[in-house]
């Protein structure tokens, strides 16, 4: 799994970072890794791989453990490279889809679809009639979540061990306890009142900035009066996101008319971003905090239905262009429909009965809100958005030019009429029916391109060579009715990836090519350079400090960095490969790259020559040796040998090693012998 769930990641472009300017780090998206390991190593049926990358949350029932993998694998279409900074929104969500676009073009059917956003592809028979109707899907799927600096959507997983149910309990008790103690306050927060200008509190359940929660740099004041409490609190009309979130728990569900508290001024904005989510979802209005405010320092923004003991939420933000100050105060919640539970306008006096009670319940939330249990483990996922639906053609494949609408679907030239897939459903993306039309067996493409892909990864050539590429473009299959016969023969074993290994490496041109280190033929046995990830874990293994296995949690790139760990658990970032790695053509992370270049340039035998990393494995390597074998140098040399080559050394090595060494070597000696195996072609090339 470890070594075939590499040939993979490569496919998928799988990196822990954003890339981009800011190269934000991924902290969840090991996850995806460890999915596509384990999935090789189960022989999770190819069909079943590709369903749950396009569309797991999609997925039926199944257990926890099957949901928490079909969740896990979408991770394929978020992990792409993203610009989350990018301000036009809109282009940034049609960016987003042209990448999911291009790598499932890539990954499974081996063609370069992104041609076609901005006309017919050149070459191949793709227009870009086709290409809208799969970025329609790909637009009807939720991958990100807006913000100024936006994000990637962060999925809950379902507990599977023991420890996870148990912090699963814990969370829910939790939770039930922070909703009551919500639900009290607001309760005695709707009798108490607070410190309006006018000696008397507004109607309703009242939020004061004092349980606010702010993001950005908020500057407290009491200069301009006609606040409500002990103080408002305002942006300084600085630019960046500055947002003020007041939420409460509503004792009971119905019609509330929200309203807004805030000193105004000429020097306020003209524009606030008022955002509330309610039963019905969310509606964002805007309002003027020139304009003095309503009755007793608040405004109506809206009339909204909540649900009861659920938590309603107002957000003030400075996110509408124009100059001033954004000021954020107090929200209340007023029912249209009186109720004595909740009161209406009373004296301050009054309001103050209840403040001993209503300290005591603040302190329990404060001291319940520290020590909240650890959350859900979480993963890189997408969703469908609320209301899926068909796009446009973008004209020039700009955004904002809008051209004809097309229907989802999938590509015209793969595609027969009766095929599996069907049309898409009004109510979803499409992204189930598309895993569907890609994994039919009348598919043309995903089981050949598969099938050829293995073919490469075995053999160093694929029988279409241009593996990523099965276009006009690129290469002719060598041998058509080989790869039907591998492709037919992969459905029919139940795409198990296994079996489609098993089934070329006992073939008798795989054995004889093998034997004879024929590069003539398919199987393409000539002396090839080992990739980046073999080297190094090599090196490892030969110095006896590999930790075999050691699959570790991401997000923390300095300690992993530096740690003796298989190649595929290390850190990948986009903006930063390590040179151990890059100098041997370890693909690029931002592109899906299942053909690697194998180059042999100069700068790799200098980094054999001179780089730290590979001088400490070979001091540690030699000091194994002379550890295991004394004085006997002899013994030592034929174990360095063994152990780095896989073989034992002719006399001439033994004789040539010997004079090296002299009769007597110290730690630099045998670290300068072992430095001079990891640099020769024997440890660089397969034969």
């Known amino acids: 799994g470890e070594r075939w769930g590499r040939h993979w990641l490569d496919v998928a472009r799988y990196s822990e970072s954003t890339g981009g300017g800011r190269d934000m780090k991924l902290p969840d998206a090991w996850r995806y890794r460890d999915y596509v390991i384990d999935a090789f190593n189960a022989d999770k049926p190819f069909d079943r791989f590709v369903t749950e990358q396009i569309a797991g949350d999609l997925l039926g029932p199944t257990d926890a453990r099957g949901r928490r993998e079909a969740l896990t694998a979408t991770g394929f279409l978020a992990l792409g490279p993203s610009n989350y900074e990018n301000q036009d929104k809109e282009q940034l969500r049609m960016d987003v889809v042209d990448e999911q676009v291009d790598t499932v073009g890539r990954a499974f059917m081996a063609m370069t679809l992104g041609c076609a956003r901005c006309h017919d592809h050149f070459f191949d028979p793709v227009p870009t009639r086709d290409y809208y109707a799969l970025a329609g899907i790909f637009r009807s799927t939720k991958t990100l979540e807006h ?33 009551a103690l919500r639900a009290e306050i607001a309760k005695l927060k709707a009798g108490r009142g607070g410190g309006s200008k006018a ?39 600085r630019r960046g996101p500055h947002s003020a979130t007041f939420s409460c728990v509503l004792p009971e569900a119905g019609e509330y008319e929200v309203r807004v508290s805030y000193t105004h001024g000429a020097n306020r904005a003209p524009e606030v971003e008022v955002r509330v989510a309610h039963a019905d979802g969310e509606s964002t209005s805007t309002l003027n905090q020139r304009r003095p405010p309503g009755a007793r320092g608040f405004t109506a923004v809206g009339r909204y239905r909540f649900d009861a003991q659920s938590e309603a939420t107002v957000t003030i933000s400075n996110a509408r262009p124009g100059s001033g100050h954004v000021i954020a105060d107090a929200v209340a919640f007023v029912p249209t429909t009186p109720r004595g539970d909740i009161p209406q306008p009373g004296r301050d006096g009054a309001a103050r009965d209840g403040a001993a009670a209503l300290a005591k319940l603040e302190a329990d939330l404060k001291a319940l809100d520290k020590a909240r249990p650890p959350g859900a483990p979480l993963a890189m996922s997408v969703t469908d958005e609320a209301a899926p639906a068909d796009y446009h053609i973008n004209i020039g494949g700009d955004p904002h030019k809008l051209g004809e609408p097309v229907p989802r679907g999938f590509l015209s030239v793969a595609s027969k009429p009766g095929a599996p897939g069907g049309a898409i459903a009004g109510g979803g993306s499409g992204r189930l029916e598309l895993a569907a039309w890609l994994t039919s067996p009348e598919h043309p493409l995903t089981a050949r391109v598969f099938a050829n892909r293995t073919w490469y990864w075995l053999t160093g050539r694929g029988i279409v060579a241009t593996v990523d590429n099965f276009g006009t473009t690129g290469e002719p299959p060598a041998d058509p009715a080989l790869l039907d016969h591998l492709a037919a023969e992969f459905v029919a074993g139940g795409w198990s990836v296994k079996s489609l290994v098993r089934k070329i490496v006992m ?176 440890f660089r090339y397969i034969d």
Do not use: C
């Open 199 to 237: 000696g008397q509190r507004p109607p309703g359940i009242v939020v004061d900035d004092d349980d606010a929660v702010f993001e950005g740099r908020w500057t407290t004041s009491t200069v301009v009066p006609g606040f409500f409490g002990r103080r408002y609190l305002h942006d300084g009309a």
């Open 147 to 179: 913000a100024n600096v936006s994000s990637w959507i962060k999925t809950p997983l379902p507990a599977v061990s023991p420890e996870e149910k148990r912090q699963e309990e814990q969370r829910r008790q939790w939770d039930e306890r922070r909703s």
């Open 507 to 682: 073939s008798k041109t795989y054995r004889q090519s093998a034997a004879t280190g024929d590069g003539a033929g398919l199987a393409g046995f000539a002396a090839r350079r080992v990739d980046a990830e073999s080297l190094r874990d090599a090196m490892l293994s030969v110095s006896g400090e590999l930790e075999a296995g050691a699959a570790s949690p991401g997000g923390d790139f300095g300690s992993r960095a530096g740690r003796p760990l298989r190649s595929i658990y290390l850190p990948v970032s986009r903006n930063s490969i390590p040179e151990i790695l890059e100098v041997f053509d370890f693909p690029d992370p931002n592109l899906s790259s299942g053909l690697r270049t194998s180059n042999n340039l100069p700068t790799q035998a200098l980094l054999l020559m001179n780089h730290p990393w590979v001088i400490a494995r070979a001091k540690a390597a030699g000091e194994r040796w002379r550890a295991q074998t004394g004085d006997d140098v002899k013994a030592g040399v034929s174990l360095a040998y063994r152990t780095t080559y896989g073989r034992a050394p002719d006399p001439a090595e033994v004789e040539l090693a010997l004079e090296f060494l002299g009769p007597s070597p110290d730690e630099k000696a045998w670290t300068a012998f072992q430095q001079t195996l990891f640099a020769s072609i024997s």
